[in-house]
């Protein structure tokens, strides 16, 4: 089975820090994404990648880069962050691009506050 | 604009009912409806998907009934159990692209 990590697990931060949130897969998917997940809204994409060095812009990019600097290894990084990015973030891979036939297999998450 | 809505917010049935847990999307272009199911402390896990192609598709004590007509599907959970007390997130993409997640429901089973 697919084996996505997510490091750290929980992370406090101030407004205006800068925070790192790491990610990686060991079963040589092609794609991996970050997900933020909050009460009346579900799962949103933020960014994701099909490639070492690709990146592609999500639904709600505001506010986060990201960079894919392996196969391997994913993250999403908060240069000045915001109480409103105070969430639960979830990485995910997968084969390809999502078809009827792939599946994401998500990591445990990172919680996030920003105070 | 959430394209892809879920409701109940939340649902509690009792052990050996069937749960039914409705999704509606907007874009016409959406033919793949995966539900993934979610446990407290962890990421989303596939359960079960189906193509707009079919109108259902069974796994076990999971089905999905489609209505391509209408923009709606359903996921019943028969003979509920106390293990699948977790929250189910409906999604949807066109073939070939990212999948758009709705809002979850919050299912409880009291035993």
């Known amino acids: 089975e697919a084996a996505v990590t997510q490091s750290p697990r929980n992370k406090v931060t101030v407004t205006g820090g800068n925070v790192t949130l790491s990610c990686r897969q060991t079963n040589s998917h092609n794609y991996m994404y970050w997900y933020r997940q909050d009460t009346g809204h579900g799962l949103r994409l933020i960014h994701y990648?099909?490639?070492?060095?690709?990146?592609q812009i999500g639904d709600v990019p505001d506010g986060y880069k990201a960079t894919r600097t392996t196969q391997e290894d994913f993250f999403l990084l908060l240069e000045l962050a915001s109480p409103s990015q105070t969430s639960l973030y979830f990485c995910a891979s997968s084969d390809a691009q999502i078809t009827s036939q792939n599946t994401l297999y998500f990591g445990a998450g990172t919680r996030l506050s920003v105070l | 604009q959430q394209q892809v809505r879920q409701s109940p917010q939340s649902l509690t049935v009792w052990e050996g009912e069937t749960a039914i847990l409705n999704c509606s999307y907007e874009?016409?272009?959406?033919?793949?409806f995966p539900w993934y199911q979610q446990f407290p402390g962890e990421g989303p896990a596939l359960l079960i998907s189906i193509r707009s192609v079919s109108d259902k598709k069974e796994d076990g004590r999971f089905t999905i009934f489609f209505n391509k007509r209408e923009k709606k599907l359903s996921l019943h959970i028969t003979d509920s159990q106390p293990g699948d007390s977790a929250t189910y997130f409906c999604a949807a993409s066109p073939m070939g692209y990212k999948l758009t997640f709705g809002t979850g429901t919050s299912l409880l089973v009291d035993p």
């Open positions: 990648s099909y490639g070492a060095g690709n990146l």
């Open positions: 874009d016409s272009t959406f033919n793949y």
